[in-house]
């Protein structure tokens, strides 16, 4: 995985500040049904750190791997994340439906390949 992309945002409550990313990646994605195929794909990674008085204490990460072949479209669900300040615990949560769309992306990426 690559990091291509990153929107890192802070937040303070009471004594603990909350640092925020969130990361575009980018990976390929294997179809081996056809001829071992690979297709670049992107992702999103959220990662939320705890600091208290500078000091980290607890780091929260998840990610989700080959959301879609289309950078802007995983950049346009990691801006809302961002906007909405969505902790990493309930992203797949928030971008499940999304995903469940955009999965169709590579159907469309394999057919215009073997149509050609």
Same mark, same amino acid.
């Not at 929107?7 to 409550?13: T, W």
């Not at 479209?73 to 309930?90: G, R």
């Not at 769309?101 to 073997?114: R, V």
């Given at each position: 995985?690559?990091?291509?992309?990153?929107?890192?945002?802070?937040?303070?409550?009471?004594?603990?500040?909350?640092?925020?990313?969130?990361?575009?990646?980018?990976?390929?994605?294997?179809?081996?049904?056809?001829?071992?195929?690979?297709?670049?794909?992107?992702?999103?990674?959220?990662?939320?750190?705890?600091?208290?008085?500078? !000091?980290?204490?607890?780091?929260?990460?998840?990610?989700?791997?080959?959301?879609?072949?289309?950078? @802007? !479209?995983? @950049?346009?669900?990691?801006?809302?994340?961002?906007?909405?300040?969505?902790?990493?615990? @309930?992203?797949?949560?928030?971008?499940?439906?999304?995903?469940?769309?955009?999965?169709?992306?590579?159907?469309?990426?394999?057919?215009?390949?073997?149509?050609?």
């Amino acid at each position: 995985m690559l990091v291509v992309e990153n929107l890192i945002r802070s937040e303070i409550n009471e004594n603990i500040q909350y640092n925020y990313s969130y990361r575009i990646i980018k990976d390929r994605i294997s179809f081996s049904e056809y001829d071992k195929l690979d297709i670049q794909s992107y992702g999103i990674e959220v990662e939320r750190q705890d600091l208290i008085d500078g !000091k980290l204490y607890k780091v929260e990460r998840e990610f989700i791997k080959c959301i879609s072949p289309h950078r @802007h !479209k995983v @950049h346009n669900l990691a801006k809302m994340l961002y906007d909405n300040l969505v902790s990493p615990i @309930h992203v797949v949560d928030v971008v499940g439906e999304y995903i469940d769309e955009y999965i169709t992306d590579y159907d469309e990426i394999l057919k215009d390949i073997y149509i050609c």
